[in-house]
């Protein structure tokens, strides 16, 4: 079983991080080069305008979850890949941003992504539609709107530290109010690979 199937997942929510966002961005297949990134973010304002452009094009607000739906969309996230034969360590969802450790046992984690992503959007509309307008009153999604961004980012873990770390990251989003599960039938332990 080679490290070639773990994958870190990275999933934002529609319109939270834009093309010209000042914590840094990329351009699709990096078309144009943009200096900075969320760890040195571009100069400040140099992006403005094309922020403005992405903000307008948006046609809605962009999407932030409460916590109620955080942790019901986090766990059918969770239950979809792990339906799907995919071994999930651990993975958390803020407001905006959803972290995903785990092992697909093919190489197309995207895909499998993909599919909990629409998933998890189905739950969450099931609930929305079920409780009324008390709950998820600023989440105002019409037909055909999705709770996601597109294309999510997949980066292969390159080793047992390396997976170790990201495990650590990801749990650790619990301090920043994100919701986090870990997958209870994983020993204490991180067995070597």
């Known amino acids: 079983m080679g490290m070639k199937r773990w994958f870190h997942g990275m999933v934002n929510s529609c319109g939270s991080w834009l093309r010209g966002d000042s914590r840094g961005w990329r351009e699709r297949h990096h078309r144009k080069h943009v200096d900075g990134d969320y760890r040195h973010p571009p100069e ?4 403005g305008e094309i922020l403005k452009k992405s903000q307008a ?3 809605r607000e962009p999407v932030r979850l409460e916590r109620e739906l955080r942790e019901l969309a986090l766990r059918a996230f969770v239950d979809c890949l792990m339906g799907d034969g995919v071994v999930v360590m ?4 803020s407001g905006t941003h959803l972290h995903v450790l785990a092992e697909f046992k093919d190489n197309r ?3 499998r992504i993909g599919w ?5 959007t189905k739950k969450v509309k099931e609930y929305l539609n079920a409780q009324g307008a ?3 009153s600023s ?4 037909k055909g709107e999705g709770i996601w961004g597109k294309r999510s980012q997949c980066r292969p873990i390159r080793d047992r530290a390396h997976r170790l770390n990201t495990l650590n990251y990801i749990a650790d989003h619990w301090k920043q109010g994100a919701v986090v599960w870990l997958n ?3 020993p204490r332990r991180v067995p070597s690979i």
């Open 109 to 111: 984690p995207r895909q």
């Open 57 to 59: 094009s948006m046609g």
């Open 116 to 120: 909990a992503k629409f998933y998890a």
């Open 90 to 93: 651990v993975a958390c969802l």
């Open 139 to 142: 989440l105002n999604l019409k």
């Open 44 to 47: 400040k304002g140099s992006y």
């Open 134 to 136: 008390a709950v998820g």
């Open 184 to 186: 209870p039938q994983l």
